[in-house]
Structures are given as structure tokens and as C-alpha cells.
């Protein structure tokens, strides 16, 4: 059984940036695509980025792409988001996930993923 651990959210300024970190405990974590995702107060949980196992393809959501950066390290078991020029409209508890293991799932729904950290707020101030 997984364990996902999300740190790094806050408070910051609009045009500010963050780093988030999840790291994983359990099972390989090489072979599964990661995902962020964020849900802010009464909307639905949200696609934010993904990446996939050891090739690291990455794909964002149009609304931070440019401005948010998705990677990993294999080594430590540990998934980003670092998160630039952020806006308030990104405030939101941002959430790792672990993708199922079925090329048959997408990686860009949260129906896609079986396995969530508890969040981490980040909150932008204007």
C-alpha cells in the first residue's frame, strides 16, 4: 500500500513562487505516473500536471501551463510541482496522486488514480 506525502504549500504573494514535494512509500515508484491535482473551495478536484514512469513525459492543464513545472526523482521516491508567477486564482489544497496501473487510464481525470496524499493548502494574496 502506498503512502503519499505532499509539503511545501503556504502563503505567497500573486507573482510568487513554491515548490510542493510528495514523496511516496511503498511499492516501485519508477513505473507509475504521478499527478497533481487541486481543489479549491465548493469546485471539483481539478487536473493540474502529470508525468509520466521513467520517461517523464509531462502534460499540464492550459491554465498553468508556462507557469508550473512537474518533475521527479526516482531515486528519492519524490514528485514536484514547482510553481511560478502564481496567481490567486491558484489557490486551491493541491493533491499528489498516484495513477493507476492500466495503460487504459488517461493520467488527466482524478478517476484515474487510486492512490492520494492528504493535501497542502496554498493560498496566493493579491
Known amino acids: 500500500q502506498v503512502q503519499l506525502v505532499e509539503s511545501g504549500g503556504g502563503l505567497v504573494q500573486a507573482g510568487g513562487s513554491l515548490r510542493l514535494s510528495c514523496a511516496a512509500s511503498?511499492?516501485?515508484?519508477?513505473?507509475?505516473?504521478m499527478g497533481w491535482f487541486r481543489q479549491a473551495p465548493g469546485k471539483e478536484r481539478d487536473f493540474v500536471a502529470r508525468?509520466?514512469?521513467?520517461?517523464?513525459?509531462?502534460d499540464y492543464a492550459d491554465s498553468v501551463k508556462g507557469r508550473f513545472a512537474i518533475s521527479r526523482d526516482n531515486a528519492k521516491n519524490t514528485v514536484y510541482l514547482q510553481m511560478y508567477s502564481l496567481k490567486p486564482e491558484d489557490t486551491a489544497v493541491y493533491y499528489c496522486?498516484?495513477?493507476?496501473?492500466?495503460?487504459?487510464?488517461?493520467?488527466?481525470?482524478?478517476?484515474?488514480?487510486?492512490?492520494w496524499g492528504q493535501g497542502t493548502q496554498v493560498t496566493v494574496s493579491s
Open positions: 508525468i509520466t514512469g521513467n520517461s517523464g513525459s509531462t
Open positions: 496522486a498516484r495513477k493507476r496501473l492500466s495503460n487504459g487510464y488517461s493520467g488527466l481525470t482524478p478517476q484515474d488514480y487510486n492512490s
Open positions: 511503498g511499492g516501485t515508484f519508477s513505473i507509475y505516473t
